[in-house]
């Protein structure tokens, strides 16, 4: 079970628009009964655009991102945003302040966010393709050695060794493994 009080704090600055947007949205799924972390990061080996997050909510085990793009940001780089951290989480959501024309994901539920209302448009799509050999590769060298479960006898391996067999083996847990391990559990 996800422990929401091991969830590490962001290192990046909040974007002063992002703010109002983020609080509104913490208090909307608190009250549905979300652990809503706002400014959270996943402990990983590296990349900040899959660490630093503007919202985690935790629900029954699952982790949702809601990535947060305000009318002065650029909504476009919302897809690469989640194509880089799906493997981690099991539902995206984009939240804006405006009516896009595009929305840059299919995979991920909408919300707008106006005048301290939260509409949430389209649910997302459950993320639950098998995680890639990169995203194993974000991970410490530590975590693929947990993964592997075998401390002793996997120490001399590369971390790309580490992670081929990590994929090679019973992969039915891995992302629930993953998970845990990234959320610092």
């Given at each position: 079970m996800i422990n929401p009080k091991y969830i590490l704090k962001s290192t990046k600055r909040i974007g002063k628009y992002e703010t109002?947007?983020?609080?509104?949205?913490?208090?909307?799924?608190?009250?549905?009964?979300?652990?809503?972390?706002?400014?959270?990061r996943f402990d990983i080996a590296w990349g900040s655009i899959l660490s630093d997050l503007d919202l985690l909510l935790i629900k029954d085990d699952q982790l949702i991102l809601v990535e947060v793009k305000s009318s002065k940001d650029n909504l476009a780089r919302a897809r690469k945003q989640i194509e880089a951290i799906e493997d981690f989480v099991d539902k995206v959501y984009i939240a804006t302040d405006y009516e896009p024309k595009k929305w840059p994901s299919r995979k991920a539920g909408r919300i707008i966010v106006k005048?301290?209302?939260?509409?949430?448009?389209?649910?997302?799509?459950?993320?639950?393709?098998?995680?890639?050999?990169?995203?194993?590769?974000?991970?410490?060298?530590?975590?693929?050695?947990?993964?592997?479960?075998?401390?002793?006898?996997?120490?001399?391996?590369?971390?790309?060794?580490?992670?081929?067999?990590?994929?090679?083996?019973d992969t039915r847990n891995l992302k629930k493994n993953i998970k845990q391990i990234i959320t610092c559990q």
């Open positions: 109002i947007i983020i609080n509104n949205l913490q208090k909307y799924f608190s009250k549905l009964g979300y652990h809503a972390i706002p400014h959270a005048e301290n209302a939260v509409n949430i448009i389209k649910e997302p799509k459950i993320l639950d393709r098998e995680p890639r050999l990169k995203t194993l590769l974000v991970l410490r060298k530590s975590s693929l050695s947990s993964l592997l479960m075998s401390f002793d006898s996997e120490n001399n391996l590369s971390k790309y060794q580490m992670a081929k067999k990590i994929q090679q083996s």
